[in-house]
């Protein structure tokens, strides 16, 4: 059976079609949904007789994804260097050697050739494209500014990037200084006391309340090792799974704001990433009411109601900065600089700019915190440590004590 590899979809079809001979042909057809199947069918000039949908897990061998910001980069340059987009598009697929990458550019150009815009095309790669991508190219086309809004989102991922960085690098050294602990209280629970019960043995009831609890802990983990350990995984693998589910991450999320100082900063962060896409849309050309629509899935679902209550304001005739601060999507600083905006009629330029006057207060406040966990942690982690080692030899030091 032929393939058709056309698609940089991971759903595929199979096909039963007459060709212009009416001689019937069997094939499997990659493509985005069911139209997009019929639509490469009909250009192929095949008549469908069956076309059903077939699933397959591709573990292995993952074609390679098209990465956004590396092709946005060299669009701008091959359009700054004189060529169409067209002619742009055509060059970068031909140096391209992922073929799925390639297949993707290939189908781009050929709605472009049926005279379809960049954004149609783009939007038929839902898992390449993001809305917000398609959302800016959509924009610059009624301006005719492709370049400016491939630069602007260029930007705008590089800042997204940039504080995704800084949160996951404050991170890094509490995770590995947590776990690091953890590992060595288990090593001590789980090897070591159950040797020194062993050697308590006989000592019995003489020894400490302490000492003999962690003992007796120790005995049971050595006696029941297995069993411990499979409950280990199985809480290690529910723990996993439960955070893979979208209401436990809303619960923890929910929870995690009502502590006074994370939850403000939770805000700015939120407030950080829906100003600088509500910019950047605005900037390009994309009216307010769509734009606040557009990135209406940044905002927590603790804040959806007032922000959809913003938008419903907006779309009545209210200004965009007192429609933000009457439903407390702004700090005291980002009001005063959206009413700035909307006298200078630069509001676009002005929501970056508050972004990332969020950003550095984040930044800020990431920075001291750090400094402040990294210690704590280590000093907490320690004197458990110590406890354990104290109680495991404070019958020696007891019995040393009585020989004096």
Avoid at 19 to 43: K, M, P, T
Avoid at 260 to 284: D, E, F, K, N, S
Avoid at 330 to 336: F, L, N, Q, S
Wanted: proline share 3%; glycine share 8%.
């Amino acid at each position: 059976m032929p393939t058709l590899l056309t698609g940089d979809s991971q759903v595929e079809f199979r096909i039963k079609a007459l060709d212009s001979s009416h001689g019937v042909i069997a094939c499997v057809l990659d493509a985005v949904d069911e139209a997009d199947a019929r639509r490469q069918l009909a250009l192929k000039e095949l008549k469908v007789i069956s076309l059903e949908p077939v699933r397959r897990l591709r573990l292995l061998m993952r074609p390679a994804q098209l990465q956004l910001a590396v092709f946005s980069q060299q669009l701008v340059s091959l359009l700054d260097a004189g060529l169409s987009l067209v002619e742009s598009l055509e060059a970068l697929a031909e140096r391209e050697s992922s073929q799925g990458t390639k297949r993707t550019l290939d189908r781009i150009l050929a709605r472009l050739y049926e005279g379809q815009t960049l954004a149609a095309a783009l939007a038929e790669h839902p898992a390449t494209f993001p809305e917000l991508y398609i959302a800016s190219v959509r924009a610059s086309e009624r301006t005719g500014a492709l370049r400016e809004a491939l630069t602007r989102y260029i930007a705008y991922q590089e800042q997204a990037d940039a504080l995704r960085k800084t949160l996951v690098n404050a991170c890094i050294y509490p995770a590995v200084l947590l776990i690091a602990g953890v590992l060595v209280m288990v090593f001590l629970m789980a090897y070591v006391v159950p040797r020194f019960s062993a050697i308590y043995e006989d000592v019995g009831s003489d020894l400490p309340m302490a000492s003999r609890l962690l003992l007796q802990w120790g005995q049971l983990i050595d006696a029941h090792a297995g069993a411990v350990a499979v409950s280990g995984l199985a809480l290690l693998g529910g723990a996993f799974y439960g955070f893979g589910r979208p209401a436990v991450r809303a619960a923890i999320g929910a929870w995690i704001t009502r502590i006074p100082a994370v939850g403000r900063q939770l805000h700015i962060y939120q407030l950080a990433r829906l100003y600088r896409t509500t910019g950047m849309l605005l900037r390009g050309g994309m009216p307010a009411v769509s734009a606040l629509q557009m990135t209406a899935g940044l905002v927590r679902a603790s804040s959806r109601t007032a922000f959809a209550a913003a938008t419903q304001a907006v779309r009545e005739g209210q200004s965009l900065a007192q429609a933000m601060e009457r439903h407390g999507l702004t700090t005291p600083v980002a009001a005063r600089m959206l009413r700035v905006g909307e006298r200078s009629g630069n509001m676009g330029e002005m929501m970056e700019r508050i972004a990332a006057f969020c950003d550095e207060e984040l930044a800020r406040w990431v920075a001291i915190m750090t400094r402040l966990i990294e210690p704590v942690l280590m000093s907490v982690i320690g004197l458990v440590i110590g406890v354990i080692v104290v109680l495991m030899y404070f019958p020696i030091f007891q019995l040393a004590g009585s020989i004096r």
